[in-house]
Structure formats: structure tokens, C-alpha cells
């Protein structure tokens, strides 16, 4: 039986025109500076159009003096909205759904992470804001429906992705994949916060949404561990280890400590130890943002402490329990550990990891331990970094060895201070793209030619997101 890893590497290796049918090549842009085939959908055929990502896609395309730069920006930054929206209504009110790409499923992490480029931009552009909208009720909508999955169905009485069918767990009509990862709760409540940070707007924050971030709580708790399991069990008949869970789908053993369990990564590979650093801090994180909107939004106190209060319960376990030394006894974040004492120091290449901790706002990109952590990442300790002729760079167990993920080289560059750092992770993402202007899952360290996923949104909108951001804080890097 085909799983999503077989699904993705025949879409990796098919015709990369072919995964944009109906996307006509030819020279879109007028002038000398813009001598690559158009790669968008011509505009009658885009999902969706703002008026505000396309005037600053104008402004930024501009300032880029590399045309080949600007020209992947151009393909790259509305990408997610040109290609990956439905729009629709769910009980009288806006409805989102947005798939990763070449996948017809829509994942909370991606979909959130997806749009995260566009909320400076939503405050002024209303058709924006009716997408967040959807967005923020179809996750809510989710969530309620199983806050343990990670992906769903457009349609709600759906059957699961073809992959997940003989998958043994609890399966509801309209989940796609039922792998529990502490960030697919996590990242709904990031945009949700975004969202009302950048507009204001609490339209969508009624009793549906509360009703979910009940249930987000309530699945933190269990997941904890503290009075045995908990409800969640996996299992998958497949040949690849990481599909599947340890004894009868419940995880390796551990001995609780505060922290929350996961039985996935952001990758959708399993966990080693269920006890995952990174995924606890950006839990941290976005526990204290749903406190805030609680008392600002529905001055509910209560629930806004039980918020606070987990959230400092499974800081102060992840502070004395998820660092670990270095060679030269250098303090550093583990990426897993199972709570006897067993720590796995390496990094993947998704979000939330350890070189993405800044990035998320766990710490501070200047932050000792963070700087110590992210530079043994990118390093030979890490088991997952690879560097060969085209790139060097973070992979994952997801695509095997020599395979660099174009994301982590933009988390490289989005968390850096270092002009020269910035300018060589530039370099890097123009020059391994196959000459196809888009962002990949993963590409061969020797041969960016071979590479996954020809269209995959959420590697196409952070290029994005990164060019804007150097935008901002070194447009001489863009210039140049």
C-alpha cells in the first residue's frame, strides 16, 4: 500500500510543468531585467487575489538587483494564494481551506505557516481578512473534530487520505491523517494570535473557537502523561519505521516530567523520544498567547490562567530537562528526550526544530544557548546535516540522507545577523531551484536536479516571507 512518502516521491519525479497545469510559461513582466518565463497561473486562474500581496510583491521585486532572485520571488511569495485556496461558507460564515500543494489535504502547521506571510498586510486589504476569517473557523472546526490529527479532508464526511486507510488508531470521517505533533495545536494559535495582533479583528474568536482552544488545553493535559497514556494510540502497516509508533502505538517509554508528549515531528516522521524539546517550547509560546486573547478577547481569567500556569509547568521541565553538553561541554537544546536520562541531539529541517527556535519565537536569536544549539545543528554532529557541491544544509529521516530541505537554509538566513551568513543561504536557495523557480521539499546535496516535490507552498510562501524580512533588515543584501 502507497504511502504519502511513495505518493510524494512520484510527484517529486514527474514532468515539473506538469504539477502546474494550466499554467501558461511566456514573458509576463515587461523589461530587460525580466528574462524568465512567468511561472504564475494567469490571473483568471488564480484561487485567490489581494490586492495588497500584489502591490508588495511590485515594491520588493523592484528592489531585488538579481533577476533570476527576483524572479523566484515573483513565483514563490503568492504562491499559497495563487495556487493553494478555497474559499467557501460553512453555516453563513467565511470558510477556509488550503491545501499544501500537491496534496489535496489541508495540514493545520502548513496551512498556518502558509499564510503567515500575508498577516502585516490583512488590516488593509479586506479580502485578506475574509480569508483569516475561514481560516481561523475551518482550524477551529478541526481541532473540535480531533484535536490528535494532523491533516483533513475539504470535505467533512471524507474518507482519509489513501495512505492512512489501514491505519490503526481512531479514525472520524474527515481527518486525512491522524499522527499527533504538538504543533499542529500549536500553529493555529500563532496565526490566530498574528491575526488578531495585526488587524485587531475579533470577528472570529466566537464560542466555536473558545470551544476549540478548550479541547487544545485538554490535549496538552493528556499528553502529559501524568495518569498513565492518555486516549492517543498510532500505528501503520508500512515498510518505513518512521510511519509507524513503538509498543502498540503509544511511543518509547518515558517518565513524565511535565512536558507534553508527541508522537510525531513536524516532518510526520515518528518520534525516538516522545518527550520533543523543540515542539515544548514553541508550546510555550503560543500557551501564553492564548492567554492574552482569552482575558483581552473574552475576559475569561480562569481559562487564561490554567494557560499560564501549564505553560510555566512545561517551561520549567524543558529548562531542566532538555539540555544537554557538547563535546567541549557547551550547554545546548536536546531535540528529544524520554525523561530516564536518554537525550537525541540532532536537527530536522521543519518547523518547529532547533534552528528554527528564533524564528518562532522561543528565544531570542541572539540567546547563548540558542546560538550554541543552532551552530551544533549545522554542523557534522548533527547526523541530518549534509554538505556536498550544490549546498550545505539540514535534511530529516523524511527524504534519507544527502537530501538538504531549501527550508532549512531560509531558517538559516531568517535567524541570522550576519550579512555574509544571510548572503550565502541567498545564493544557495537562487541556485538550486532546477532552473524551475520554485522552492522543493528537498534536493540532493551534488545534484539539485533531483529534489521532491515540485510544488510544496510552504517552502514557496517562507522564500518568500524571508525576502520580505531582508527586506526590511538588509535590502543591501537584495540589491547587490
Known sequence: MPTRRDILKLIGTAAVSGAFAGVLPGSAIAGARSQFPGKRPLPGRRKFVSEAVERQLAAVKAAIGDPKLAWMFENCYPNTLDTTVELGTRDGKPDTFIITGDIDAMWLRDSSAQVHPYLPLARNDPALRRLFRGLIRRQASCIRLDPYA???MPDPHAPPLRWARHDQTDMKPGVGERKWEIDSLCYPIRLAHGYWQATGDTEPFDDDWRAAMLRVLETFREQQRKHGPGPYHFQRPSPVPTESQFLGGYGNPTRPNGMIHSMFRPSDDACLYPLFVPANLFAVVVLRQLAQMSRALHRDGNFAAECEALASEVEQAVQRDGRMRDADGGEVWAYEIDGFGNQLFMD??????????????CCERADPLYRRTRALAWSKRNPYFFKGTAAEGIGGPHEGLRMIWPMAIMMRALTS??????????????????????????????????FTRPWFAWANTLFGELIIDLHHRHPELLRG
Open 348 to 361: 530536522d529541517a521543519n518547523a518547529p526544530g532547533l534552528l528554527s527556535l528564533a524564528y518562532l519565537g
Open 150 to 152: 494532523n491533516a483533513f
Open 417 to 450: 545577523d550576519d550579512p555574509a551568513e544571510i548572503r550565502q543561504c541567498l545564493a544557495w536557495l537562487r541556485d538550486t531551484d532546477a532552473g524551475t523557480g520554485f522552492m522543493h521539499e528537498a534536493f540532493d546535496q551534488d545534484d539539485p536536479s533531483h
